[in-house]
């Protein structure tokens, strides 16, 4: 990461604080250092802040909370369990467009790129936005959760009937930042090979679309 890297302006000035705190010029070193090492990271650097740069403040309507970058060459794009086109879809997003079909009978695309959901306002926030190559959550202690804990509290805070999908354990411990009286949080396994068979059936795409409706906002197009 950069200097030259670009946060949405409405993000930037809703998180202005958190981006002149001394952790986030450590998150910055953090991540010269690795790079210093030999060490590759992903995302690109343009691509960190994708999900803001997709999903603006003032556009949020649901929020989904992945752990961790994917770790492998080509892979991160900055958007929780996507993947950029071309790229073989991991097992996890294998298991989301299961859940999809037989909840809203949506066939899965031939891609995992999930912009289509971000641009409707479907933010993709993994909770640390960088990692090596090769190695899972080498930046999990960098300040990262510092950072997207204040992100989870900031739309807490200052929107209303925002969607919040927890999907394992990780994500569920991320509802104590949430205002539980003026949002909705759904709850369920993570789609991950490990625990898919509880993650199936939890319909939170269907359940999302009518919270959203009688929100008086425009439902979701899960349709890649």
């Given at each position: 990461m950069s200097d030259t890297v670009q946060i949405e302006d409405s993000w930037k000035k809703a998180l202005a604080d958190e981006f002149s705190k001394p952790y986030f010029g450590d998150i910055k070193q953090f991540i010269l250092n690795e790079k210093a090492k030999g060490k590759k990271v992903y995302p690109p650097g343009p691509l960190v802040f994708n999900a803001f740069n997709l999903t603006p403040f003032d556009k949020v309507k649901v929020v989904i909370i992945g752990q961790d970058p994917y770790h492998g060459?080509?892979?991160?794009?900055g958007l929780c369990f996507s993947v950029p086109v071309g790229v073989k879809p991991p097992p996890s997003l294998v298991n989301i467009f299961k859940e999809i079909k037989n909840d809203l009978g949506i066939d899965p695309p031939n891609h995992g790129n999930l912009e289509h959901w971000a641009k409707q306002g479907v933010l993709l926030l993994n909770a640390s936005l960088t990692?090596?190559?090769?190695?899972?959550?080498?930046?999990?202690?960098c300040g990262w959760h510092t950072f997207t804990d204040a992100v989870i509290k900031k739309i807490s805070d200052e929107k209303t009937g925002v969607v919040f999908l927890l999907w394992g354990k990780f994500a569920q411990d991320k509802a104590a930042l949430i205002d539980s009286t003026k949002h909705f949080i759904l709850k369920s396994a993570h789609p991950s090979p490990f625990s898919v068979t509880r993650f199936y059936g939890c319909k939170h795409f269907s359940k999302t679309n009518e919270i959203l409706k009688k929100e008086g906002k425009e439902p979701i197009d899960w349709k890649l």
């Amino acid at each position: 990461m950069s200097d030259t890297v670009q946060i949405e302006d409405s993000w930037k000035k809703a998180l202005a604080d958190e981006f002149s705190k001394p952790y986030f010029g450590d998150i910055k070193q953090f991540i010269l250092n690795e790079k210093a090492k030999g060490k590759k990271v992903y995302p690109p650097g343009p691509l960190v802040f994708n999900a803001f740069n997709l999903t603006p403040f003032d556009k949020v309507k649901v929020v989904i909370i992945g752990q961790d970058p994917y770790h492998g060459e080509g892979q991160a794009h900055g958007l929780c369990f996507s993947v950029p086109v071309g790229v073989k879809p991991p097992p996890s997003l294998v298991n989301i467009f299961k859940e999809i079909k037989n909840d809203l009978g949506i066939d899965p695309p031939n891609h995992g790129n999930l912009e289509h959901w971000a641009k409707q306002g479907v933010l993709l926030l993994n909770a640390s936005l960088t990692v090596n190559d090769g190695e899972p959550n080498s930046h999990a202690k960098c300040g990262w959760h510092t950072f997207t804990d204040a992100v989870i509290k900031k739309i807490s805070d200052e929107k209303t009937g925002v969607v919040f999908l927890l999907w394992g354990k990780f994500a569920q411990d991320k509802a104590a930042l949430i205002d539980s009286t003026k949002h909705f949080i759904l709850k369920s396994a993570h789609p991950s090979p490990f625990s898919v068979t509880r993650f199936y059936g939890c319909k939170h795409f269907s359940k999302t679309n009518e919270i959203l409706k009688k929100e008086g906002k425009e439902p979701i197009d899960w349709k890649l």
